[in-house]
């Protein structure tokens, strides 16, 4: 491990140790070798090209699509200390010419630009007398006629780079690149002899749910309340279903922005800050919004509608948990989305695009498009569909998805699939699922009387089953290869490579779901987060830096997370720094902000700590990790019950009455456990022990 790359890691970006890949990264690109680099969503790729822009010797380019990524990305730079600017049309041409020969003059070390910006000759002019050490390309797929997102834009910057002496280090990135998507990023650049690291797509700390249901309305307004506290992203896949979301959630009085390219560009602009701002914690969006938007404490995104694709599908949820907490990505999944997708597909723009690629591109998007249908109805692993899409190995189940946590039960539907594969054989595969999941329940259809199918021998064979489980049964048989589905726009069902015979001696088992409440842990995801270890006067504390932090945020006109992240002060509530030592061991504390914002920090825990005295801010590694599994499964304490029995309003489980330190007294005096307690009573080992210190019901 070089020692210089972990000083500059420290002393610039606070971290004393590179996540999974990062290190490697770094090294290959100092070493002088183009790399490219996919790795998910929140796992560190900005610092993978910025730190090694501060150690080489001129100037990094930076490529990237979006304004808000830029601006972001500067804002957080600078706060760092770090030498950043960006080149962009929010800028007049006066300030670009200022910025451009800034730079040339080795102001900045790192420059983003937009990949339209390259083929400008000011530009041109600025990079045949700067001295550029290397160009990243980031959001890499967007190379790629195979990637969710083609710009065409990004072909130039091959061109440019062609044109540079000496030729600089070339760096690509990305979260999202099928095999193909690789293939085409490493070609289409021109990487030469490129390190290419593949951390894996896997976002542990995101719990993945589909809920199959109409009344969407209720859904949104009751997750929304639940979850006041909570930032959100809620996607839609039009602009009509943004508009109508807003208004509901505004006329129930929630703090919410919306966001869709229909609006002026200033209410777009306003509605962004809000958000990002914590002024209004949620948002409803179309997919315009978010890419390059790095708000680090994004508690759930909820897909109102279903994405077209899985690479779009994975993107948007991963702006959930970007500060390692788990969040929930939820996906609202009904028939009629299918339709809108369609819909939009069919009038997507190709004026861009050559003609003899726009019937492969359709035929792409058609397939991807039954990707993402397939993902909303299978009974499998939510984590393992979208890990096998983007070719990781999987063996078994997560654990940490909804499906895993979903009760069900297999039911052998051997016979039903001999009728359906019947059906699929009177319509000699010229229909797709609807008309045949219609005649299998002998539905009273003006398109089934047209097309002639109520004449069927299958018609209303399966008219006992309903047409979700009749669905799921088609999806168990096309995972089997009874049956496939074709790739064109108006996918039919085919017979598979399986036959009839086969199938006379095979069992199909299809998984029926009870639906029920998810548990507590279920709705957040089974990782712990990280305020689960405060006590009260720990989280009470971590509200009055993240109060500090806001007040910093406004003076300085920058989002709150370009201050610190949450995961940063929930470190500081845990480490109690009391001077400059000790605060830089603080996660993602570095000498820069060090300076800025440290002391005010260190007097506000000091004096935190001097109104409080003696206090316990958070559980042991002992308490945390050492209950026994028994003992934490114990009690029926229903904290809502507890709260209107003693008049207590929703949401006081954090704040200490009478009535409940009454009740702990009662409890252990009983001699109930710590561990059933802080089960019961919806707190934490260490909150329940403090408490009964301070009571002094033990030493």
């Not at 962009?88 to 983003?112: C, D, F, P, R, W």
């Not at 690509?172 to 293939?183: C, G, L, P, Q, S």
């Not at 991807?368 to 939510?382: A, D």
């Not at 779901?513 to 842990?521: F, G, L």
């Amino acid at each position: 491990m070089n020692k210089n790359t972990l000083e500059t890691l420290k002393k610039y970006f606070g971290y004393a140790s590179f996540r999974e890949g990062q290190e490697r990264i770094v090294n290959t690109i100092l070493s002088g070798r183009d790399a490219l680099a996919i790795m998910p969503t929140g796992a560190g790729k900005s610092i993978c090209y910025q730190l090694p822009a501060l150690m080489l010797p001129g100037i990094t380019i930076v490529v990237s699509p979006l304004i808000s990524l830029m601006q972001d990305q500067v804002k957080a730079l600078n706060a760092a200390g770090i030498r950043a600017a960006y080149i962009n049309s929010s800028l007049t041409e006066s300030q670009i010419s200022k910025a451009l020969n800034y730079a040339a003059q080795g102001a900045y070390k790192i420059v983003y630009v937009a990949p339209e910006r390259l083929e400008t000759w000011e530009f041109g002019q600025f990079a045949a007398r700067a001295e550029i050490s290397m160009v990243t390309v980031d959001e890499a797929h967007c190379i790629s006629q195979w990637g969710q997102d083609f710009r065409p834009s990004y072909l130039k910057i091959v061109d440019f780079v062609n044109r540079l002496e000496p030729r600089p280090i070339l760096s690509a990135f990305t979260a999202t690149a099928t095999e193909e998507v690789k293939e085409d990023i490493v070609c289409v650049l021109g990487l030469q002899n490129p390190e290419i690291v593949v951390t894996g797509f896997d976002r542990e700390n995101l719990y993945y749910r589909v809920e199959s249901i109409r009344k969407k309305d209720n859904f949104i307004i009751e997750y929304v309340e639940k979850h006041a506290e909570e930032s959100g992203i809620i996607y839609c896949a039009t602009r009509k279903n943004v508009d109508e979301v807003y208004e509901l959630l505004w006329k129930r009085g929630v703090p919410v922005a919306k966001y869709h390219a229909g609006m002026d560009t200033e209410a777009r602009k306003k509605s962004q800050e809000d958000f990002i701002y914590d002024r209004l914690p949620v948002i409803v969006a179309t997919n315009a919004f978010g890419m390059g938007i790095d708000k680090s404490n994004v508690r759930y995104v909820i897909h109102y509608n279903m994405p077209q694709s899985m690479e779009n599908y994975y993107q948007e949820a991963g702006r959930a948990g970007r500060d390692g907490e788990p969040p929930q990505c939820i996906l609202l999944f009904s028939a009629r989305d299918v339709m809108i997708d369609k819909f939009l597909l069919e009038h997507k723009d190709f004026s861009e695009v050559p003609p003899e690629d726009i019937e492969p591109i359709r035929q792409r998007d058609a397939r991807r498009l039954q990707i993402m249908e397939g993902y909303c109805q299978t009974t499998s692993c939510f984590r393992n569909y979208i890990l096998t899409y983007f070719g990781e190995k999987v063996t078994s189940p997560c654990d940490n998805c909804g499906n895993c946590h979903r009760e069900y039960h297999e039911v052998d539907m051997t016979a039903e699939a001999k009728a359906v594969l019947d059906c699929v054989s009177e319509t000699k595969g010229r229909y797709g699922q609807a008309v045949v999941v219609g005649t299998l329940l002998g539905a009273n259809r003006a398109r089934l009387k047209e097309l002639g199918t109520i004449h069927y021998k299958s018609y209303g064979s399966l008219k006992d089953l309903g047409e979700k489980e009749i669905k799921s049964l088609i999806h168990q048989m096309i995972v089997e290869g009874y049956l496939y589905q074709t790739d064109d726009q108006y996918s039919v069902l085919k017979i598979g490579n399986k036959t009839l015979a086969e199938l006379e001696n095979a069992t199909i088992l299809v998984k029926m779901y009870e639906e029920k409440e998810p548990s507590r842990r279920q709705q957040r995801g089974s990782r712990r987060r990280n305020t689960d270890m405060l006590t009260g006067e720990g989280f009470e504390l971590f509200e009055l830096l993240r109060g500090l932090r806001l007040e910093i945020a406004r003076e300085e006109a920058v989002p709150p997370y370009i201050i610190f992240s949450d995961k940063t002060l929930i470190d500081m509530c845990v480490k109690l720094p009391e001077d400059r030592g000790t605060m830089l061991d603080v996660s993602g504390v570095g000498q820069a902000k060090y300076e800025k914002y440290g002391q005010r920090f260190l007097t506000a825990i000091r004096e935190y700590r001097e109104k409080q005295g003696d206090m316990e801010i958070c559980e042991t590694a002992e308490e945390a990790a050492g209950l026994p599994e028994a003992e934490s499964q114990k009690g029926t304490f229903d904290r809502t019950e507890y709260n209107r029995a003693h008049n207590r309003p929703e949401g006081a489980s954090r704040t200490w009455d009478a009535a409940e330190d009454e009740e702990l007294k009662r409890e252990f005096g009983f001699g109930m456990k710590i561990a059933e307690i802080a089960r019961q009573h919806d707190r934490t080992y260490g909150a329940i022990r403090a408490r009964l210190k301070k009571q002094g019901m033990i030493e």
